[in-house]
Structures are given as C-alpha cells and as structure tokens.
C-alpha cells in the first residue's frame, strides 16, 4: 500500500530535550516536506527536500533540522525543542518538486512542556 | 506566509443537504486543490484542477477553478455523516502551495 508514514504518533517532551521524528515514504517519491498544523494558522510549511541531499527551508523553519540522505526517509530534528514548538506536524511527498499533488502522513502531536 | 481566504469558516448541516465553501486569493493562481482531513489523520487529496473554468467530480463532490483565476469552489451533494472533517483548499501561482485555512463541516445524522 502506498503510504507516508510518521513516528511516533504522539510525544510528550520536555523543554531542550533533543528529539527526532522520523518520516518515511514508500512511493519513490522525490519531493517531501514537513509542515506544522496550529488552530487558526493552518498548514504551514516547515522545511522541504526536492531530492536526496537537497533540502530547504519552508516559511517557518527556525528551531528544525531535517536531513535527506535517503529518497525515502526524510526526518524531522528538534535539537532543543521549547513550548512554542507544541503543534500536529505532518510529513509529505510528491512525486516531483513539479507536482502539486502532496500525500499526507498521518500526523505527529507533539507537546512540550 | 500568504494564506487564501476560505469560507465559510465552519458549517453544522442536517444529513441529506449540499454543501458549498469556496477559498479566494488575491493573486492569480495556475493550480487549486481541494484536501479533505477526517479527524486525527493527514489531509488527503480530494480534487485536483489545473485550468481556468475546469470542473471536475470525484463521487459526490465537484469542484470549480474560478473563471478569474483567483478562486475555486467545491460542492458536496447529498451529505452522509463521512463526510465530517476539515476541508482545505491550496494551490499557488507557482509552485509552492499555499493553504487556506479549513472549513469545518459536521453533519447531523
């Protein structure tokens, strides 16, 4: 089956405690990104990676670290995660930087205390 | 970051009823997309349109990428209690999407 798949699910963190969450996508996908969900703020985009190596930041990429070493895992790094970074944050694919068409993970949310 | 402006912001209907919600932007745009969120699950892709005018299906909803270029709608026929959840448009002049910010529907059984 052809999924986006996050880990963990759910995290409950303390302040300045480095944690990573893992993204992982079975499509061959080129283009992933991470995004975070905030009531009254919507979708917004955190990093994104057109290719293995190849990553850049989104509109609100301060406190995030990403990596693509591989095509199909692209991770999601808090090196000292602080309470504003509380939030759903989800993963997505699309076949190509050119395609518009993005596939979802199912969600982390993450709270940090 | 630019966001588009979706309406209405929240709908509560009686099963049975259509529904319509509509995002405008005040830029052009070349792609609008219409994402469906169930509760405690990702966004998935519902309609996908690429050209001024075009009106696609997929079951029960349809969707329009507006004349002007600078909205599209989506309509839901004859609603079941499934389609609860969170409605997004996005799309983007280039690119890089932009996300309106969700309508929330729930239907009364």
């Known amino acids: 089956e052809a999924q986006v798949t996050q880990n963990p699910r759910y995290l409950i963190t303390v302040t300045g405690k480095k944690l990573t969450v893992t993204c992982s996508q079975n499509?061959?996908?080129?283009?992933m990104s991470w995004y975070r969900q905030d009531p009254g703020l919507g979708l917004r985009q955190i990093y994104y990676?057109?290719?293995?190596?190849?990553?850049d930041k989104g509109d609100v990429p301060e406190g995030y670290k990403v990596s693509r070493k591989e095509k199909r895992n692209f991770p999601l790094i808090l090196e000292s995660p602080s309470p504003n970074q509380t939030s759903l944050y989800f993963c997505?694919?699309?076949?190509?930087?050119?395609?518009?068409?993005?596939?979802f993970g199912p969600g982390t949310r993450l709270t940090v205390t | 970051g630019q966001q588009l402006n979706q309406s209405p912001q929240s709908m509560f209907i009686q099963e049975g009823e259509d529904v319509s919600m509509n995002c405008t932007s005040s830029?052009?745009?070349?792609?609008w997309l219409w994402y469906k969120q169930d509760p405690g699950e990702g966004p998935v892709l519902l309609i996908a349109?690429?050209?001024a005018g075009e009106l696609t299906s997929n079951g029960r909803l349809t969707a329009q990428f507006g004349i002007t270029r600078k909205d599209s709608f989506l309509n839901i026929s004859a609603s079941i209690p499934s389609d609860v959840g969170i409605y997004f448009c996005?799309?983007?002049?280039?690119?890089?999407?932009?996300w309106g910010l969700g309508t929330s529907l729930a239907v009364n059984p």
């Open positions: 997505a694919s699309s076949q190509h930087r050119l395609s518009y068409e993005q596939y």
């Open positions: 499509m061959n996908h080129e283009y």
């Open positions: 990676s057109m290719n293995v190596e190849v990553t």
């Open positions: 830029s052009i745009f070349n792609t």
């Open positions: 349109l690429y050209k």
């Open positions: 996005a799309g983007g002049p280039n690119r890089k999407l932009i």
